[in-house]
C-alpha cells in the first residue's frame, strides 16, 4: 500500500498525476483545515472532535448524499489518526477481496505499522449477508471500518453492523459554504485557477445553487464555465447559461428520495399550501416522476385529505389525471398543476377517511356476523319463506325507518362512524 502521509503526518499526500485531474480532484482538502462544511460534526463540542484530534476509534457510516465530502472526511481523519488509508469499492470489488484486505491489516499490525482505516465506498451494494464479513474485524482494535452510502443505513445495512457502528449524517453543502470552496479554486495558485479566469461573487453563488449541496458537482461545474472563456477571461452570465445548460436534479424514483418528494407534497397539500404544493410537484415533474404516478396521487390526496368538504375535488383530480394521459408531458404538466392547487385551496375534511379505516379496523376485530335477515335480498321463493329481507322498511315511503330500523350487524348496532349529521338529535 501507497504511504499517504507526506513532511506533515496530518497532510494528506498527492500523486504527481493530481495536476492534471479535474478541478474537483486537484482542489480535495489535504488537511482538515481545509474542509469545508458539515460544521454540526466537525468543530469544538461536536462529535467529532475527538476523532479530527487523531483519536478515532470507533467505526463509522457515513451517510449522506453524492458531494457532500464523504471519501474526504474519511481520508482526514486517517491522515489526523496517523493511520494506513485503505479505499474499496462496493462496486468494484467483492468480499473475497475485503476479507484479503482485513487480513493484509492485521499482518501489517502485527508487524508494527499501525491501525489501518478501511474504507469501503457505497456500502450498501452488499447485500446484508455479505455485510456480515465485516463484523468479525470491527471488534478489533487494528482495523477502523469508515463506510460510506448514499442510502438510508437504517433500510440498506444489516442490524449487526449499524450496532457495531456509529452513523454520522452528512447533509448537502449550504450555497454559502459552496460559494466560498469555489472562491477558493478560482485563487489557488497550485491547484486552481488563479489567473485563468475572473469571477465576481454572484456568479460563484449561482453555481452554488446550481450544484444543489454537492460540492464535486459544483467544481465541475466552474470548471466547465472556466474552459469557455480565454485565459484571463471573465466568467459571465452568459457563459453560466451555457455551461449550466439544464438543471439536473438528483432523484431516484424508487428510494427514499422519491417518498420525501411525494410526502413534501401531500402535506403541503393537507396543509392549504397552494405555493409549496406547486413548487414540490414542480420538483417531482422536473427530476422525471412519471406525471401517471403524480396523478393517482392527487386523487388520493382528494379522497383523504378533502373529501366531503368538496366532493367535486375527486372531479377536479380525475380529470387532470386524464388530461394528463392524453397530453403526456410538458403539456399535461400544468393539468397537474391545476389540480394541486386546487386540492390545497379546497376546504379539508378527513372524515370518510377516518370512518372507513374505523370501518376496517372492525372488520378485522371482529366476528364477520351473517348479514341480517331484514337486509337480506329475498331473490327466490325459499328465500323469503327462510325470512330473507322479513322486516325490511322501505325508506321512501317510511321516514322513520332511517331511525329505527338497523343497519349493522347485531354486535355493532348503534356503532357510529360518521359524527350525527347536523341538525338531528
Known sequence: MSELFGDDPREVATDASAALGPLADRMRPRRLEEYVGQEKLLGPGRFLERAAGGLLSQSLILWGPPGSGKTTLARLLAAQSRMRFVPFSAVLSGIKEVRE???EAER???RGGGRTLLFVDEIHRFNKSQQDAFLPFLEKG???LVAATTENPSFELNSALLSRARVLILEPHAPESLARLLRRAVTDTERGLAGRV???DACL???AHAA???????LNLLETAAGLVRDGGAITEETLATALQTKVLAHDKSGEEHYNLVSALHKSVRNSDADAALYWLARMLRAGDDGNYVARRLVRMAVEDVGLADPFALRVSLDAADAFHRLGSPEGDLALAMAAAYLARAKK???VYRAFGAALEDVELTTAEPVPLHLRNAATRLMKESGYGAGYRYVHDDPAAAKEMTCLPPSLAGKRYFPPPKGTA
Open 101 to 103: 484486505v482485513m487480513a
Open 108 to 110: 501489517n499490525f502485527a
Open 142 to 144: 487494528e482495523i477502523v
Open 198 to 200: 475572473v469571477v465576481d
Open 205 to 207: 453563488l449561482r453555481i
Open 212 to 218: 444543489d449541496g454537492d460540492a464535486r458537482r459544483a
Open 349 to 351: 375534511s378527513n372524515a
